[in-house]
């Protein structure tokens, strides 16, 4: 497709199991960007990657949570040891950054609920 | 703290009238500015941009307004429809880094 494509698209848990979130960016794009929108919240920053540089990981809540991006383009977000407060939607967004523009393509998000 | 800041958590506005969504942040580095709507259990879709070195953009019914040195940019919906009712939200960034988003207003139009 055209877009961003995240799955899964929903995805229930029991507390403590690991998850694994996958995002697929739009091709040719050289910047992706994980966030999470808990119930009620705005959009928390979570891993930016841009192209071939080391990823900016200050958004990540904790070391339970972790990313990488294959080859430049798929990603990958692990939860592990999965806890309530992690239920959320996590939303994957791809940019072709040109100088200071490029705005950001979100996916639909995955939504992970931990029981 | 939170550098992007959006005070209104709701909004309402009659069908046929302005809406004007306001936004403020703190870090003076932020160069680029960026206006996102969010339908439920949906993405945020792209709305509109505006770089540091203009004050005023403009597509179709939306314009987004910066002041630089008052570190406040708002967006005008004109004039407003039912279907614009949805979260919106405002994110900042400097050049190179990641997107700093505001916590999202929410806009009702009313028919």
């Known amino acids: 497709g055209a877009g961003v494509s995240q799955s899964p698209s929903n995805k229930v848990t029991e507390k403590g199991k690991d998850v694994e979130l996958r995002c697929d960016p739009i091709?040719?794009?050289?910047?992706l960007y994980w966030y999470r929108q808990s119930l009620g919240q705005g959009l928390e920053f979570l891993i930016y990657?841009?192209?071939?540089?080391?990823?900016?990981k200050s958004g990540l809540p904790s070391d339970r949570f972790s990313a990488e991006r294959t080859g430049g383009s798929v990603s990958t977000l692990t939860i592990q040891r999965t806890q309530q407060e992690d239920s959320a939607v996590y939303l994957c967004?791809?940019?072709?950054?040109?100088?200071?523009?490029?705005?950001?393509?979100f996916g639909e998000g995955s939504r992970l609920t931990v029981l | 703290d939170q550098q992007v800041k959006q005070n209104s958590p709701s909004l309402s506005v009659q069908e046929g009238r302005i809406s004007i969504l306001n936004c403020d942040y703190t870090?003076?580095?932020?160069?680029?500015f960026l206006w996102y709507k969010k339908y439920p259990a949906e993405g945020p879709t792209f709305l509109i941009s505006?770089?540091?070195?203009?004050d005023k953009n403009e597509d179709g019914r939306f314009t987004v307004f910066l002041n630089k040195s008052a570190k406040h940019l708002s967006l005008h919906i004109v004039p407003s429809q039912p279907g614009d009712s949805a979260v919106y939200f405002c994110?900042?960034?400097?050049?190179?880094?990641?997107?700093?988003f505001g916590p999202g207003t929410r806009l009702s139009v009313l028919p």
């Open positions: 990657f841009q192209g071939n540089s080391a990823p900016d």
């Open positions: 091709s040719g794009h050289t910047a």
């Open positions: 994110a900042a960034r400097v050049y190179g880094q990641n997107f700093v």
């Open positions: 505006i770089s540091s070195i203009k």
């Open positions: 870090n003076s580095m932020f160069d680029y």
């Open positions: 967004a791809s940019s072709f950054d040109r100088g200071n523009t490029g705005e950001l393509f």
